[in-house]
Structures are given as structure tokens and as C-alpha cells.
């Protein structure tokens, strides 16, 4: 069973680094095809995808924030760790940990997210 | 910035079928994916690669692509279907990853 699990602050002031941990089981960092990634929810509005790391260290950010996030793994832990820095309001959100697998199809490799964290929500405000 | 569009509503009757669309201009070179999100609770992978339904999900779900639009279809829809429907896909550059706006399916 796979699960994933975030951790982090509640509340974080405006201008301040947040940072997030995903503690996960059931799966190998170590694993080909297989990779960890954040996904936001603000309230009341759509998704929103931040990052994803590999097993190979391969790692991709959203276009419209890569200059404020920085993702990491520790295998040897089974935790993957997000930083976002200059925190504003708009970032208030849900801040969820997902478990990506990769594939291979007729359009070429592929990727989904195929399990959820529970999530974690992240209130910016001074 | 790329976008995938779906329309924000659907209401449909109990055991009617319920079509949910999305579209975006690299949907004919790039899978589609779908996940049902119900209030308080975490996205569920529903529909991967176009087509293909997870296991533990339920038959009445399918997914299919024609074009530019790839659609989730509910078969027999049932009152605990009602929940938030958000389409998934790759930008044109192919690295980056991008959510449809979501559709509330109401079940009436």
C-alpha cells in the first residue's frame, strides 16, 4: 500500500521560505519509472502542479514558478523536501505530495499521478 | 500560457451518462489523464493514457480522445459520482504538466 504523507509549517509569514517534507512508503525512490511531485490546491480553485524528481534525479518545475522552488530527494530517508521562497498570500493553499509513474505509449512516454497525499495546508499571512 | 478547458458544470440524472470534455491543442500527440476529486478529500487517478482505468476503478468509467478533446465518460451515473473532475496533460514543451479548470459534476 502506497501511502505519502506532508509535513511543513501551517503558517508562514509573507517574504518567508517555506518548506515542505513527503514522507512516503510502499515505493523506492530507487526505482525506475517512478518519481515524486507537489501539487497545489488554493481554496475553491483549480489544481496546480509545482514540481516532480525522478528516481534518476531528473527534476522538472512549473514555468511560472521554477525561479521559487527548489525539490530534492533523500532516498536513504523516503522523503522528498520542497522549498518555495518570497511566500506572498496567493500561495495560501493546499499543498499536496503525489507518487508519479512513468510510461510508455503510441504518444511516447507518459506520466500520471497515480497516488495522493492527504495534503497540507499552508496559510500566508502577517 | 498552454491551457486545457473544460466546462466548469455537468448535471446529469441518476443511471444517465455523464460526458465530461477537455480540450487542448496537444491532446492529439499527448495522453489525457483524469482524476475525481469529492469536497475534503484527496484527487483520484481515474483514467490514464487516453483510456486505461486504474484498478479498483469502477467499468461506468471510460475515457476517450477525438482530436483536440479528450472525454471522460460516466456510464450509469450514480449519486456518489458527484465530485470535482479535473483533466490532466502535458504543456507543449512536454515537460511541464497542466490541470483543466475542473468540472463539477452534480448529480440531480
Known amino acids: 500500500q502506497i501511502t505519502l504523507k506532508e509535513s511543513g509549517p501551517a503558517l508562514v509569514r509573507p517574504t518567508q521560505t517555506l518548506t515542505l517534507t513527503c514522507t512516503f512508503s510502499?515505493?523506492?525512490?530507487?526505482?525506475?519509472?517512478?518519481?515524486v511531485g507537489w501539487i497545489r490546491q488554493p481554496p475553491g480553485k483549480p489544481l496546480e502542479w509545482l514540481a516532480d524528481?525522478?528516481?534518476?534525479?531528473?527534476?522538472w518545475y512549473s514555468p511560472s514558478l521554477k525561479t521559487r522552488l527548489t525539490i530534492n530527494k533523500d532516498t536513504s530517508k523516503n522523503q522528498v523536501v520542497l522549498t518555495m521562497t518570497n511566500m506572498d498570500p496567493l500561495d495560501t493553499a493546499r499543498y499536496h505530495c503525489v507518487h508519479k509513474l512513468y510510461g510508455y505509449g503510441e504518444k511516447g512516454i507518459c506520466s500520471w499521478f497515480a497516488s495522493w497525499g492527504q495534503g497540507t495546508l499552508v496559510t500566508v499571512s502577517s | 500560457s498552454y491551457e486545457l478547458t473544460q466546462p466548469p458544470s455537468v448535471s446529469v440524472s441518476p443511471g444517465q451518462t455523464a460526458r465530461i470534455t477537455c480540450s487542448g491543442d496537444t491532446l492529439p500527440k499527448q495522453f489525457s489523464y483524469w482524476y475525481q476529486q469529492k469536497p475534503g478529500q484527496a484527487p483520484i487517478l481515474m483514467i490514464y493514457?487516453?483510456?486505461e482505468r486504474p484498478s479498483g476503478i469502477p467499468e461506468r468509467f471510460s475515457g476517450s480522445i477525438s482530436g483536440t478533446t479528450a472525454t471522460l465518460t460516466i456510464s450509469g451515473v450514480q449519486a456518489e459520482d458527484e465530485a470535482d473532475y479535473y483533466c490532466?496533460?502535458?504543456?507543449?514543451?512536454?515537460?511541464?504538466?497542466?490541470f483543466g479548470g475542473g468540472t463539477k459534476l452534480t448529480v440531480l
Open positions: 490532466q496533460s502535458p504543456d507543449r514543451s512536454g515537460t511541464a504538466v497542466v
Open positions: 524528481i525522478s528516481s534518476s534525479d531528473f527534476k
Open positions: 510502499g515505493f523506492s525512490l530507487n526505482t525506475d519509472e517512478v518519481g
Open positions: 493514457k487516453d483510456n
